[in-house]
């Protein structure tokens, strides 16, 4: 079983406890279950059972463990967890007279910014 995540995320006026652990071998699952004043709002779920039967190895949970808490980090910071009527409408800040390099750039600066950009595990140019 591998050491998990625990972060809390502040968005707006509230803070979220976000905690992401892998419940091991016996069960090949990472759960990250998203607080708000110690109650569980809303909880993730994913089974590995078949990647693990291949032979999956502790730095690929790992990276899946990661990936799923970043993501969890990420929708708070986004609003997925706003209340109805402070959501804002789908394609807000997206639909503009920007070219698509200056949005891909943006995002990418905004998601470094805000620490959810994931690790870059691709091989390096030459």
Known sequence: MLTGFNTDVHHDDRTFHVQTEDRGPDNPIIETLIYEG???????RRDYSEEAGNGLDRERV??????????????????????AERRKPFGDGIISDRGLEQVVKDFIEEAAEAGTLPPHHGKESQ
């Open 38 to 44: 110690g109650r569980i709002l809303d909880a993730r």
């Open 62 to 83: 790992s990276t899946l463990l990661e990936r799923q808490h970043l993501n969890v980090v990420r929708d708070i910071r986004l609003g997925k967890y706003d209340p």
